[in-house]
């Protein structure tokens, strides 16, 4: 089945500078590739997410960008406020095996500092 | 109208016990789900179901069982309640079961002492 593995598994930046969490997977079936916010307490929710047909991705102050001869993917946040404080996950779909659904990374802690 | 909903948001029992999760989506998906969240945060898939096919990963002890009345609803049924059971438990459900986006429940935090 697939294996995503997230690096680094907690990361600190001062506010406004950029992050930028990065994830390999495995299966090279895999087509879809959603990264979630988990805030403490609360339910992982989708912020951004790239098929594989699509090298770049676009949304305000975040981008995904995804290298399928690689196989890896990025998840790159500018300009970071306080409310960007939380834990990202991201995950990949497409093979059927095992369960249908999505494997996740073992997300990463983003902390701003003010 | 919350989209995925679950009951209860926190269950404390003791080992040994059965307890069940409720899980109601107002999506219209065909594909729903349940995830389990450890102590280290960490997501990992236990089931996916339409209204064809579990499938169920191979991990998760037969003391877990998925339980559908019906397209907009999984409930999660757990015997012999043990220690390492607890975790927090979410719902979820797509429109598909490859290559979608899940929207997930609120979350059911099970604490077995």
């Known amino acids: 089945g697939e294996n995503v593995e997230q690096h680094p598994s907690t990361l600190s930046v001062q506010e406004g500078d950029s992050a930028v969490i990065k994830c390999t997977y495995s299966?090279?079936?895999?087509?879809?590739f959603p990264w979630y916010k988990q805030e403490l307490g609360k339910r992982p929710q989708l912020i951004i997410d790239?098929?594989?047909?699509?090298g770049e991705k676009k949304d305000q102050r975040i981008a995904v960008t995804l290298n399928k001869t690689a196989k890896h993917f990025s998840l790159h946040i500018t300009e970071t406020q306080p409310e960007d404080s939380a834990v990202y996950f991201c995950?990949?779909?497409?093979?059927?095996?095992?369960?249908?659904?999505?494997?996740f990374g073992k997300g990463t802690h983003l902390i701003i500092q003010p | 109208d919350t989209a995925v909903s679950q009951t209860p948001k926190y269950l404390v029992t003791q080992m040994g016990n059965d307890k069940s999760i409720k899980c109601e989506q107002n999506?219209?998906?065909?594909?729903m789900y349940w995830y389990k969240q450890d102590s280290k945060k960490f997501l990992k898939i236990m089931f996916s179901?339409?209204?064809?096919?579990?499938?169920i990963n191979e991990t998760v002890p037969n003391r877990f069982s998925p339980k559908s009345p019906d397209k907009a609803h999984l409930n999660l049924h757990i015997n012999s309640l043990e220690l390492g059971d607890s975790a927090v438990y979410f719902c979820?459900?797509?429109?598909?079961?490859?290559?979608?986006?899940?929207?997930f429940g609120q979350g059911t935090r099970l604490t077995v002492v």
């Open positions: 995950a990949a779909s497409g093979r059927r095996g095992g369960a249908d659904g999505l494997t």
């Open positions: 299966d090279s079936a895999s087509n879809y």
């Open positions: 999506l219209g998906h065909d594909t």
């Open positions: 179901y339409n209204n064809k096919e579990l499938i």
């Open positions: 790239i098929r594989s047909n699509v």
């Open positions: 979820a459900s797509s429109q598909g079961g490859q290559g979608v986006p899940a929207f």
